[in-house]
């Protein structure tokens, strides 16, 4: 299957500083990526979908001037979280749809976010 | 009533038995069905697509799908312990929408 990849796959910080986290898919191009955020024991939670060139769209409830979309080519989204606070401490989880007739949708490995 | 429903668990099978996981959709113009596997702390890998009627095997996975009753299941034959995780159904509507998730569990 197709691959994506995350960086950083973990991440520390204080609170009040940003953190970006990159998602790209290695082997083909995906138009359209998502951003999840999982909770522990929870459900994956969709926070974002970014299409590339445009402006990314966000769910009800996700503060879009705190979760930055960039989805600057057919191959990188990048989500900054900024100013972060301890409750924002999550998993978060980017996917990319592959095109063609059977489009299905890849995820990377995730990013895990502490903030202290 | 939503999208993609799934019963949440836990769904404990012995080892070596066949486990069944089943899911439900509320659109019926949905033309493509995944399951994804989840383990604790990973994040999710896609195992099974099927888009027509009938059964799709791949090796100890088998996924069904009935369009006319909108259900789709995921079949394992011969579960072993490293099946244990969180079993996704996602179906594509107009965009991937995902259940809550099944957690499996086939202890030693």
């Known amino acids: 299957g197709a691959v994506v990849s995350q960086h950083p796959s973990w991440v520390i910080c204080k609170s009040g500083t940003s953190v970006k986290i990159e998602c790209r898919s290695l082997?083909?191009?995906?138009?359209?990526m998502f951003w999840y955020r999982q909770f522990p024991k929870q459900s994956l939670m969709l926070m974002a979908t970014?299409?590339?060139?445009?402006?990314?769209?966000?769910e009800q409830g996700v503060e879009k001037d705190k979760f930055l979309i960039n989805h600057a080519s057919l191959t990188l989204s990048t989500l900054t979280v900024t100013s972060a606070h301890p409750e924002d401490s999550s998993f978060y989880i980017c996917?990319?749809?592959?095109?063609?007739?059977?489009?299905?949708?890849?995820f990377g490995p995730g990013t895990r976010l502490l903030v202290l | 009533q939503k999208e993609v429903e799934q019963n949440s668990g836990p769904l404990s099978v012995p080892e070596g038995a066949i486990a069944s996981l089943n899911c439900t959709y509320s659109?019926?113009?949905?033309?493509?069905f995944f399951w994804y596997r989840q383990y604790s702390g990973k994040s999710p890998e896609l195992i099974m697509s099927?888009?027509?009627?009938g059964d799709k095997e791949d090796g100890r996975f088998t996924a069904q799908l009935n369009k006319a009753s909108q259900y789709v299941s995921l079949l394992i034959r011969d579960s072993q312990p490293s099946d244990s995780a969180t079993y996704l159904c996602?179906?594509?509507?107009?965009?991937?929408?995902f259940g809550a998730g099944t957690r499996l569990t086939v202890p030693p």
């Open positions: 996917s990319a749809r592959s095109g063609g007739e059977q489009e299905t949708q890849y």
């Open positions: 082997d083909f191009q995906a138009t359209t």
């Open positions: 970014s299409n590339e060139g445009s402006k990314a769209t966000y």
């Open positions: 659109d019926r113009v949905s033309q493509s």
């Open positions: 099927i888009y027509s009627n």
């Open positions: 996602a179906v594509n509507m107009y965009d991937m929408r």
